[in-house]
């Protein structure tokens, strides 16, 4: 196997301790794994709405509704209307998520049909078919159609100035309109998976058109596009789009979407967001969803102690993405007075921290330990030196289960030895595979120099986000060394991760490893092979 020249290589070789679970929950309404039934199925025939829509001047609900309303199965039982939700930012996608024209099941297993009525592939496997719901409308009023699919595919993904490198897994693609409602992605080759990838990823497959060719110099003279970038204080028009579609500005209320709720004040400190007047789905009672009407979400720093503080004394009505399990003590001291409630979210990544060497780092002498003649004799040293158990006591209170990166549990293609892997905790055996590789203390200080003498340093470059990445890493640190390996423990900004990371200056870095479920990592095993 090859590895291209500049790349963190795809591979976990001392994955941590993950909550690794089935996908499936008992308690879970059977509707969520099968695809949606629809208002006519179950014989609804009369929608009401939400009283906070009352007296905006718009259509009744029935004609802002599709022809047939997609009917979802609330947790426990029908809700009632009101409200104004406090959250985090960074839970704002949980309310504000995306809606794709395929989805997945409940239980990461199949792809079923959402904006989409149906879908269908080819016998050959070269072309997925779609057909969208009649009457799903933008938050603006304005009709889902094939074109907005169609836009997004030729002018985004394919367009050589907002796209210079085509994604591999859309190269070659073409999109053909059947009608406004009925369209075909074709490959020159077969691409069976491709649903899933469409499921996954759907929000990235279409954009309001009527709304975002005003900002496409394919739909707009260049030199009257470049002074509406300038005028509105951007340096290209791609970063202006991106800046639009991803909601980043003030003027962010302006953009359509098909989302549950809309932008309607963008600020520094703040994004408010209200209900879709035309959003898409009712309950089984008729009533257009959903419940909440109004969502704030307070802007605070990705790891601020204020997120956890402000959970803990109820100052927020729900947050999750930003919390980590170091938090479950104070936020059970919120419940125990009645201020919150506390769930236990399992995740489907297999492992919360995966650590990731660069295998083409710019050092012979350290490149050759990963893949020259360590022979994984190194990255198995470092592997058997973590205490998991101890990791898992200290960390996730004992609720988690060490594991290698592997295929979440709930795939058909888990097996235990690979999750098992290489996690057995052995210090001795850690040094014995140092000890081979000629790596030995010849000053004295308790750590490892090269076999010609030169010092042995990893510095290890993180981003701390989501995961507790940051305890993890102090505790591994303290763990290698203990077998003589000085490990020093970098974090840095997301923008300066990223960019480090495409330029080959890291030596190690780390991610959750997600993308292991049946759905998706067949179709993008970026846990499983190294790649660019």
Not at 73 to 94: F, V
Not at 221 to 228: F, K, M
Not at 517 to 523: A, H, K, R, S, V
Request: net charge negative; proline share 7%.
């Amino acid at each position: 196997m090859t590895r291209a020249p500049g790349t963190l290589a795809g591979v976990a070789v001392a994955a941590l301790v993950a909550v690794a679970t089935e996908a499936r929950n008992d308690d879970w309404p059977e509707a969520w794994y099968q695809p949606p039934k629809t208002a006519s199925e179950l014989g609804i025939t009369r929608f009401a709405q939400s009283p906070y829509l009352d007296d905006r001047d718009l259509p009744p609900v029935q004609e802002r509704l599709p022809d047939d309303p997609v009917v979802i199965q609330p947790y426990e039982s029908i809700g009632k209307y009101g409200g104004t939700a406090r959250i985090p930012i960074w839970d704002s996608w949980q309310f504000f998520n995306w809606e794709h024209a395929l989805t997945l099941s409940a239980d990461m297993r199949n792809v079923l049909p959402n904006l989409a009525e149906s879908w269908s592939l080819s016998e050959d496997g070269r072309v997925t078919t779609v057909r969208l719901r009649p009457g799903i409308k933008w938050s603006d009023g304005v009709p889902l159609t094939a074109d907005d699919f169609w836009f997004r595919l030729v002018h985004v993904w394919m367009d050589p100035e907002m796209s210079p490198i085509t994604y591999r897994l859309v190269q070659g693609c073409e999109f053909v309109k059947i009608d406004d409602l009925t369209f075909e992605y074709r490959f020159p080759e077969p691409n069976p998976m491709f649903a899933n990838f469409f499921a996954q990823y759907g929000s990235h497959f279409v954009d309001p058109m009527h709304f975002f060719k005003q900002y496409h110099p394919a739909f707009r003279d260049r030199e009257e596009l470049a002074a509406v970038v300038e005028e509105k204080g951007f340096v290209t028009w791609m970063a202006m789009y991106g800046a639009y579609r991803g909601w980043g500005n003030e003027e962010a209320v302006r953009v359509p979407t098909l989302r549950a709720y809309k932008v309607v004040q963008r600020t520094p400190t703040k994004m408010r967001l209200e209900r879709n007047p035309y959003y898409f789905k009712i309950d089984p009672a008729g009533n257009q969803l959903p419940y909440i009407d109004a969502i704030d979400a307070i802007i605070l720093l990705e790891n601020s102690p204020m997120i956890a503080f402000q959970a803990a004394t109820g100052q927020l009505d729900f947050a999750a993405f930003a919390l980590k399990t170091q938090d479950i003590p104070l936020l059970k001291l919120g419940e125990v007075k009645g201020l919150n409630k506390v769930h236990i979210w399992h995740r489907v990544h297999v492992s919360d921290v995966a650590i990731q060497p660069n295998y083409n780092y710019d050092d012979p002498k350290y490149r050759d330990l990963l893949w020259g003649k360590g022979e994984r004799r190194f990255i198995r040293a470092l592997s058997h030196a973590i205490d998991r158990d101890q990791m898992n006591e200290v960390i996730y209170f004992g609720r988690g289960v060490p594991s290698q990166v592997t295929a979440h549990p709930s795939s058909r293609w888990h097996e235990d030895r690979f999750a098992q892997a290489h996690i057995r905790y052995d210090p001795d055996y850690a040094r014995a595979l140092l000890d081979e590789l000629g790596l030995r203390d010849t000053d004295g200080d308790g750590l490892r120099e090269y076999a010609d003498g030169t010092r042995l340093t990893i510095t290890f470059e993180y981003l701390d986000f989501e995961t507790p990445k940051e305890i993890t890493m102090e505790l591994v640190r303290d763990y290698w060394r203990e077998v003589g390996i000085d490990m020093r423990l970098k974090s840095v900004e997301r923008s300066l991760q990223s960019e480090r990371a495409q330029a080959n200056k890291m030596q190690m870095t780390l991610w959750h490893a997600d993308k292991v479920t049946d759905i998706l990592f067949p179709l993008v095993p970026d846990w499983f092979y190294p790649h660019r």
